[in-house]
C-alpha cells in the first residue's frame, strides 16, 4: 500500500524523444503513446530509470556504502540481485497535460481539453493535491455537439485570439472566453510550472495563451503536430549518406507539460538493513527522492545532440 505521495511535473526545454521502437508509419522512430487515447507519453520505467541514474551518481553522496544502500532501498537491487526485495518507490507514466501548438496570433498556444484536465484531477486527488476548479470543455458551453466541436475556450483578455477567431496552425475555432480558463491557466503557472525566475515569462504567459479544445481536435494536434526530424549518417570517405543510414524520428515540442505521480511504500527491508537515521517510513523514501534536488534531467534519447532536455518540479 502507498502512504507516501507527490505529483511530478515535466517541463520540455528541448524537443524530447522518448521513443517506442521502430514502427512501419510514415516516422520511423515514433514517441511513445497511450494504447487508447493516443496521447503522447513516458514510460514510468524510463523515469524511473533517469532518477535511479541521477540519484546513484548524485555529487551529494554520502559514503557510497550508506548511499548505494539508499539508493537501493528507493529503487531495488541490481537486475543480479533483484530477488532480494523490490524498490520502495513507484511513479506512474509521465501524461500529456499542455501541449504547444503553433498560433497565428502569439506565436503559440498551450491546449489541452476536457479530457486531459479531468484525468489530471483525478490523479492530484489521488495524490491529494489542493486544486479549486473543475475539468471544462467546449461541450459545456453547447448542447450542439456540431457547434461545440469548433469552439475553443480562452480566458477573458487572452493573447490567441482576433476577430473571435483561434487560429491554430491551419484550424479556426470560434473563441469564447471564460474565467474557468484564466482559473484553470492560472493555477498551473502557480502549482506546476518551474519556480524559477527563468520562468517569470511563462508564467505570465500561460494564463493568457491557455486554449482548452474539442476532444477530437486536441487529440489530432497531439498526434500530428509534434516535431519530426530527419537524420543521417554519412560514410567518412565518401561523404555520402551511408546505406540504410538515413531515417526520421519524432518529439514532444518544446513547452510540452507533462505529469506523473510519484508513489512510496515503506523500505521492503528488515530494520537492521535500514540506513542510518531511518526508521523505516514511506516518507523518508520520498524524501530521499525531493532532497536530491533534481533541477533539469536529460530525458529520453538523443542526449548527444541536444534532445530531451528537462526541468523538474515534485508537489508537495
Known amino acids: 500500500m502507498f502512504e507516501a505521495k507527490a505529483m511530478l511535473y515535466l517541463y520540455v526545454e528541448t524537443p524530447l524523444h ?5 514502427s512501419l508509419g510514415v516516422v520511423d522512430l515514433p514517441v511513445q503513446r497511450e494504447r487508447v487515447t493516443n496521447y503522447p507519453m513516458v514510460q514510468a520505467s524510463g523515469i524511473k530509470g533517469k532518477l535511479r541514474a541521477e540519484a546513484s551518481d548524485h555529487p551529494n553522496k554520502t559514503s557510497d556504502q550508506e548511499w548505494t544502500k539508499k539508493v537501493e532501498i528507493v529503487f531495488g537491487p541490481d537486475t543480479q540481485r533483484a530477488s532480494e526485495h523490490a524498490g520502495a518507490f513507484s511513479p506512474g507514466d509521465a ?20 479530457d486531459a484536465l479531468a484525468r489530471f484531477c483525478r490523479d492530484a486527488k489521488t495524490i491529494g493535491l489542493p486544486f479549486n476548479w473543475q475539468a471544462i470543455g467546449p461541450e459545456d458551453k453547447s448542447h450542439d455537439p456540431k457547434e461545440a466541436e469548433k469552439t475553443a ?10 476577430d473571435g477567431k483561434v487560429v491554430l496552425e491551419e484550424f479556426a475555432f470560434d473563441a469564447e472566453e471564460d474565467q474557468q480558463v484564466k482559473a484553470i491557466a492560472e493555477w498551473l503557472a502557480s502549482n506546476a510550472l518551474p519556480t524559477d525566475s527563468e520562468y517569470d515569462y511563462w508564467r505570465k504567459k500561460l494564463p493568457k495563451s491557455l486554449v482548452i479544445l474539442p476532444e477530437n481536435a486536441f487529440r489530432d494536434f497531439t498526434q500530428f503536430s509534434t516535431e519530426v526530424v530527419n537524420r543521417i549518417r554519412l560514410e567518412n570517405e565518401t561523404k555520402t549518406v ?10 514532444l515540442p518544446t513547452d510540452t507539460l507533462l505529469y506523473a505521480p510519484l508513489f512510496a511504500t515503506k523500505p521492503r527491508v528488515d530494520k ?14 520520498l524524501d530521499f527522492l525531493k532532497n536530491l534536488r533534481l533541477n533539469r534531467v536529460q530525458l529520453g534519447g538523443d542526449e548527444t545532440v541536444g534532445r530531451g532536455l528537462v526541468k ?3 508537489e508537495p
Open 18 to 22: 522518448a521513443g517506442s521502437g521502430t
Open 95 to 114: 501524461r500529456l497535460l499542455l501541449f504547444p501548438v503553433r498560433s497565428l496570433i502569439g506565436v503559440f498556444a498551450w491546449t489541452t481539453s476536457k
Open 153 to 162: 475556450l480562452v480566458a477573458p483578455g487572452n493573447d490567441v485570439t482576433a
Open 242 to 251: 551511408a546505406e540504410g543510414a538515413l531515417w526520421s524520428e519524432e518529439h
Open 272 to 285: 537492521s538493513k535500514l540506513p542510518q537515521g531511518w526508521q523505516g517510513t514511506a516518507q523518508e523514501v
Open 312 to 314: 523538474l518540479r515534485i
